[in-house]
């Protein structure tokens, strides 16, 4: 089974930093993309970065580059999401996710369009 557990959320304040890992379990295979998303209460499930396998193609919501950094390394089956400069409005509930086949980048946006989740770390900014 595809098992993805994410960690490194918690309270941080405005323009502070932190760095959320998703590790996923030794019985899951190799996708070709990896993303990040976070949801805040009453809101829809947003979309924040995605990565290839190779680590050579990144993308990245408007509202967060050259912000946030998604990373990956593959021999340990984590994938991160380094953010800095953090803002009130980034606090959300951040769930890692993946998918089984690369496409359009659009497409890497839609939640839909991944097949596995994890739970959900939380993060909140305060100002």
């Known amino acids: 089974q595809v098992q993805l557990v994410e960690s490194g959320g918690g309270l941080v304040q405005a323009g502070g930093s932190l760095r959320l890992s998703c590790t996923a379990s030794?019985?899951?295979?190799?996708?070709?993309?990896m993303g990040w998303f976070r949801q805040a209460p009453g809101k829809e499930r947003e979309f924040v970065a995605a990565?290839?396998?190779?680590?050579?193609?990144?993308l990245y919501a408007d509202s967060v580059k050259g912000r946030f950094t998604i990373s990956r390394d593959n021999a340990k089956n984590t994938v991160y999401l380094q953010m800095s400069s953090l803002k009130p409005e980034d606090t959300a509930v951040y769930l890692c996710?993946?998918?089984?086949?690369?496409?359009?980048?659009?497409?890497?946006?839609?939640?839909?369009?991944?097949?596995?989740w994890g739970q959900g770390t939380q993060v909140t900014v305060s100002s």
């Open positions: 996710a993946a998918r089984l086949q690369w496409g359009a980048a659009e497409t890497l946006k839609e939640p839909k369009n991944y097949d596995y």
């Open positions: 030794r019985r899951t295979p190799i996708v070709p993309v």
């Open positions: 990565i290839t396998w190779s680590g050579g193609s990144t």
